[in-house]
């Protein structure tokens, strides 16, 4: 489905055309909702499904990197702030970093070892940390490309009804709208039996499929990282 569909059944579950209970505005931000629980549903299956690359270069010795900040990427683009915002990169769930030998061949080195809080950097416990906007590294990378596997937080105009595409799991789509239905349903103060067991069912098939239509064997492999004898 595009955005389109979705916007469209949406419209058909909700069966409202009063537009100053249901607003435009009150349409986007149900479907971005729905949207983000949809993301994070398929995240909880599929950890590694949404999740994309970029590289930043380590120019000096300096332990704090700032995350909103172009200069520090190198495609020029961050992955906070409003600059990543306006390109549609803005980061929501940053999954792991590694250090690899460069940002085209993108071969990996080994992968940092994540702590809670820069004062667990600061003792050694792990290799980095993200507090706020900054990246707080427990040693100097100076010269060298690390590779952050992150989530984006895509940015959709969801009342902009055209055939835009959504991403790769159109035939679970429908789910995007029942769970921007739900949201609307809070607000009306009705509970809807059919949408709700429709929902069940539809968070059935897609965990289905991204457990066993898919080739799953990536969880399987062991890669590289850096150790802190913990195991």
Same mark, same amino acid.
Request: with cysteine; proline share 3%; hydrophobic share 35%.
């Given at each position: 489905?595009?955005?389109?569909?979705?916007? &469209?059944?949406?419209?058909?579950?909700?069966?409202?055309?009063?537009?100053?209970?249901?607003?435009? %505005?009150?349409?986007?931000?149900?479907?971005?909702?729905? !949207?983000?629980?949809?993301?994070?549903?398929?995240?909880?299956?599929?950890?590694? !499904? !949404?999740?994309?690359?970029?590289?930043?270069?380590?120019?000096?010795?300096?332990?704090?990197?700032? $995350?909103?900040?172009?200069?520090?990427?190198?495609?020029?683009?961050?992955?906070?702030?409003?600059?990543?915002? #306006?390109?549609?990169? +803005?980061?929501?769930? +940053?999954? =792991?970093?590694?250090?690899?030998?460069?940002?085209?061949?993108?071969?990996?080195?080994?992968? @940092?070892? /994540?702590?809670?809080?820069?004062?667990?950097?600061?003792?050694? @416990? %792990?290799?980095?940390?993200?507090?706020?906007? $900054? +990246?707080?590294?427990?040693?100097?990378? &100076?010269?060298?490309?690390?590779?952050?596997?992150?989530?984006?937080?895509?940015?959709?105009?969801?009342?902009?009804?055209?055939?835009?595409?959504?991403?790769? @799991?159109?035939?679970?789509?429908?789910?995007?709208?029942?769970?921007? #239905?739900?949201?609307?349903?809070?607000?009306?103060?009705?509970?809807?039996?059919?949408?709700?067991?429709?929902?069940? =069912?539809?968070?059935?098939?897609?965990?289905? !499929?991204?457990?066993?239509?898919?080739?799953?064997? #990536?969880?399987?492999?062991?890669? /590289?990282?850096?150790?802190?004898?913990?195991?």
């Amino acid at each position: 489905m595009n955005v389109s569909e979705v916007y &469209n059944l949406f419209q058909s579950l909700v069966d409202d055309t009063d537009q100053t209970f249901l607003t435009a %505005g009150n349409t986007d931000t149900y479907l971005k909702s729905g !949207y983000s629980d949809f993301r994070q549903r398929v995240t909880s299956i599929d950890p590694g !499904y !949404y999740v994309e690359r970029t590289h930043l270069l380590i120019t000096s010795d300096a332990h704090k990197v700032d $995350l909103t900040a172009g200069a520090n990427f190198t495609d020029g683009i961050p992955v906070l702030g409003a600059t990543a915002l #306006a390109n549609n990169k +803005l980061m929501s769930r +940053l999954i =792991r970093v590694a250090k690899v030998d460069n940002n085209t061949s993108d071969t990996l080195n080994y992968y @940092l070892t /994540p702590t809670n809080t820069a004062l667990e950097v600061a003792q050694g @416990l %792990g290799d980095y940390c993200v507090n706020g906007t $900054l +990246l707080i590294l427990a040693q100097s990378y &100076n010269g060298s490309y690390l590779r952050f596997e992150y989530i984006r937080d895509p940015v959709i105009a969801w009342t902009n009804v055209a055939t835009t595409y959504i991403d790769d @799991l159109a035939p679970h789509h429908p789910l995007i709208a029942l769970y921007a #239905a739900q949201y609307y349903a809070i607000r009306d103060g009705a509970f809807n039996e059919p949408l709700n067991a429709q929902l069940v =069912r539809k968070e059935r098939e897609l965990e289905t !499929y991204l457990s066993t239509g898919r080739l799953s064997d #990536a969880a399987h492999y062991v890669t /590289p990282q850096r150790g802190y004898g913990r195991f």
